[in-house]
């Protein structure tokens, strides 16, 4: 079954790192562009960054400077480093491709075709 599967989300301190996954089964990454998104309770789910097939990489103004995005093709999986977590950052986070090489208009949920079943980021003391 072609799916994305996410890990790592767990509850962090605020100015606490997490580093989550985003791993293909029976489907390849590394030729694609991989988003990842947040959506927090009671808001509209959001784009946080995106690493193209040539590895470039994109991030929204609130993960800049914060969050890095990056892969591992021999582990078949892109990684979302974040640091200094803020409470704002309380979210259920997912991966997700439109199975393209660009970070076109990356941004848009509505591009993607195959997402993964997210998981939960707590950041709180």
């Known amino acids: 079954q072609v799916q994305l599967v996410e890990s790592g989300g767990d509850l962090v301190q605020p100015g606490g790192s997490l580093r989550l996954s985003c791993t293909g089964s029976?489907?390849?990454?590394?030729?694609?562009?991989i988003v990842w998104f947040r959506q927090a309770p009671g808001k509209e789910r959001e784009g946080v960054s995106c690493?193209?097939?040539?590895?470039?990489?994109y991030h929204r103004d609130f993960a800049r400077g914060r969050f890095t995005v990056s892969r591992n093709v021999d582990k078949n999986t892109v990684y979302l480093q974040m640091n200094d977590l803020k409470p704002e950052d309380t979210a259920t986070y997912y991966c997700?491709?439109?199975?393209?090489?660009?970070?076109?208009?990356?941004?848009?949920?509505?591009?993607?075709?195959?997402w993964g079943q997210g998981t939960l980021v707590t950041v709180s003391s």
């Open positions: 029976q489907f390849t990454l590394d030729v694609h562009a």
């Open positions: 690493i193209g097939a040539t590895n470039n990489d």
């Open positions: 997700a491709t439109s199975q393209k090489p660009l970070c076109t208009r990356w941004s848009n949920p509505e591009k993607y075709n195959l």
